[in-house]
């Protein structure tokens, strides 16, 4: 793994993590009784996406590094998820 590749496994990894963390803890206008005109009732009061921000990176870091172990040892490859046999298997050359 290349280190554009890291990278966008680590932006992967943040973005399914953030989506997670995104609707945990908001407070709707409807839950407040103050909606503003114009906007839904679901609409979050203060979203608080720096914190989530913060939160997704300590989440997604971990998980980053235990997937890139994997990846770089070399311990799942491609083929190991080829369950339905469609890639050839390599030949081994005999020097």
Not at 32 to 51: F, M
Not at 54 to 78: E, H, M, N, R
């Amino acid at each position: 793994m290349g280190p554009v590749s890291g990278i966008v496994l680590f932006a992967v990894v943040w973005s399914m993590v953030f989506f997670i963390v995104l609707p945990l803890r908001n407070k709707t206008q409807g839950d407040v009784g103050e909606v503003v005109p114009g906007t839904h009732a679901s609409a979050p009061v203060d979203p608080n996406l720096k914190r989530k921000a913060k939160i997704t990176t300590a989440f997604a870091v971990p998980i980053w590094a235990v997937l890139a172990f994997i990846i770089l040892s070399g311990k799942v490859t491609v083929r190991d998820l080829d369950w339905f046999n469609r890639m050839a298997t390599p030949e081994v050359s005999a020097d």
